[in-house]
C-alpha cells in the first residue's frame, strides 16, 4: 500500500511558477513509476507528466513540454513538478499517481495503482 499525498498548489498569475510536491509512504516508492494528471472543471482527467522509477526516462503532455518538469528524490520518497510559465488554461486539479508496473503507456491513467488526494493550482489571466 502506498499513500500519496500532494502539496503546494495555490494561486498564481499567468507566467508565474509553481513546484507541487508529492511524499509516498512506504519503503517501496524506489521501485514506483509516478505520474502527475490534472483535472480541470468539466473536463476529464488529463496526462501531464510521468517519471520512471529511476528517473532516467521522462514524458509530458504536448501541452506542458518545456514548461513543466518533473523529477523525483527517491531518498525523500518525493516526486516534483515544477511549472513554469504557467497559463490560465492549466488550471486544475492535480494528482500525483504511483504504479508498480507500466505495462505499456505512461500517460494511461489506468496503469496507475494508487492516487493522492489532489491540490489545486489557479492560474490567473
Known amino acids: 500500500q502506498v499513500q500519496l499525498v500532494e502539496s503546494g498548489g495555490g494561486l498564481v498569475q499567468a507566467g508565474g511558477s509553481l513546484r507541487l510536491s508529492c511524499a509516498a509512504s512506504?519503503?517501496?516508492?524506489?521501485?514506483?513509476?509516478m505520474g502527475w494528471f490534472r483535472q480541470a472543471p468539466g473536463k476529464e482527467r488529463e496526462f501531464v507528466a510521468a517519471?520512471?522509477?529511476?528517473?532516467?526516462?521522462?514524458y509530458y503532455a504536448d501541452s506542458v513540454k518545456g514548461r513543466f518538469t518533473i523529477s523525483r528524490d527517491n531518498a525523500k520518497n518525493t516526486v516534483y513538478l515544477q511549472m513554469n510559465s504557467l497559463k490560465p488554461e492549466d488550471t486544475a486539479v492535480y494528482y500525483c499517481?504511483?504504479?508498480?508496473?507500466?505495462?505499456?503507456?505512461?500517460?494511461?491513467?489506468?496503469?496507475?495503482?494508487?492516487w493522492g488526494q489532489g491540490t489545486q493550482v489557479t492560474v490567473s489571466s
Open positions: 499517481a504511483a504504479a508498480r508496473l507500466i505495462d505499456s503507456d505512461y500517460r494511461a491513467a489506468y496503469e496507475y495503482d494508487y
Open positions: 512506504g519503503r517501496t516508492f524506489s521501485s514506483y513509476a
Open positions: 517519471i520512471s522509477w529511476s528517473g532516467g526516462s521522462t
